[in-house]
């Protein structure tokens, strides 16, 4: 009987391309600051950095609808943790119940169906279960596919825009510096360690798009298009389930959305469809 280790094999684990990246961009940054004779507290302002971000999150609130802004900060987690589920355990699940479907009929998966902790996978065996017809089972769920696609792309768009306003929020912030230093002129060491303070707000504005808001837009766009490619090999096998298609054929098909194989023993789905005669049949 097929197992459900999907649930068991999901797990999160720290992004170190994110963690890696922003540690190496602000790394640089400081340390060539420092090489040119700069200190850490030349950058280190308060005001700038409370301008700099107000001033974008303010900007991002009145574009953006509520809910949207508030999908895009708790998906702000998936930038710095990847909880993405291996392509190959969710194929190891669904050829266990192909190859059982193949033994006892597809209607034996419908206890197994209720044990899927993934919704999408539950909902399209659930389907497959209750005799739907395959354009029925791929219209409903390509659809819920295009709405994830399209909810992914709404918050990507939130920190896109945040790395389009912080820069010209920036500028703002250093020209109201510029202000206060107009105020001194007669006092020109003072002017020159405004006008240095003034640009830092600038610095916050550029390096706050450049390294983290632009970024983090594209993260979460990669992992949305995962995610997407990942419903889409469930689907795919879902459907061929439901056609009666021989498990290895099955795994075969599923396999081509697998980017990356690791060149070790065999997976479970090729130890178990060892098992199953191959067929003339799809």
């Known amino acids: 009987m097929a197992k459900n280790n999907t649930a068991k094999t999901g797990s999160t684990r720290p992004d170190l391309a994110t963690l890696g990246g922003l540690v190496l ?3 640089g940054i400081l340390t060539g600051l420092m090489m040119d ?7 280190a302002q308060v005001s700038a950095a409370m301008i700099v971000l107000g001033g974008t999150l303010g900007a991002v609130m009145v574009t953006t609808p509520l809910a949207v802004l508030l999908r895009a900060a708790k998906r702000l987690g998936i930038v710095f943790f990847d909880r993405t589920k291996p392509f190959a355990a969710t194929i190891d699940d669904i050829i266990g119940y192909a190859a059982q479907a193949r033994k006892q009929g597809i209607v034996s998966l419908e206890q197994q169906a209720g044990t899927i902790t993934d919704p999408f996978l ?3 065996l659930n389907l497959a279960v209750d ?9 409903i769920m390509e659809l819920e596919i295009t709405l994830v696609e399209q909810d992914g792309e709404a918050e990507a768009k939130v920190f896109e825009s945040a790395g389009g306003y912080a820069p010209t929020i920036g500028i703002i912030g250093a020209v109201l510096g510029l202000m206060q230093v107009m105020k001194n002129l007669a006092n020109i060491d003072e002017v020159g360690r405004g006008i240095a303070v003034a640009f830092v707000a600038t610095v916050y504005g550029v390096g706050s798009a450049n390294i983290f808001f632009l970024p983090a837009a594209g ?5 949305v298009q995962e995610e997407v490619r990942r419903r889409e090999m469930m ?9 009666g298609l021989n498990p290895k054929l099955i795994s075969t098909k599923l396999e081509a959305y697998v980017q990356q194989r690791a060149a070790k023993a065999p997976s479970k789905q090729k130890e178990r469809v060892a098992e199953e005669p191959a067929t003339a049949e799809g």
């Not at 993260?219 to 992992?223: E, N, T």
């Not at 795919?236 to 056609?243: D, K, R």
Request: no cysteine; aromatic share 0%.
């Open 25 to 27: 961009a602000l790394g």
């Open 37 to 43: 004779g700069g200190k850490i507290k030349d950058v």
């Open 122 to 124: 539950r909902k399209a």
């Open 131 to 139: 005799g739907i017809d395959l354009s029925q089972i791929r219209s």
């Open 219 to 223: 993260k979460l766009r990669s992992r």
């Open 235 to 243: 689907l795919e096998g879902v459907l061929s389930i439901v056609e």
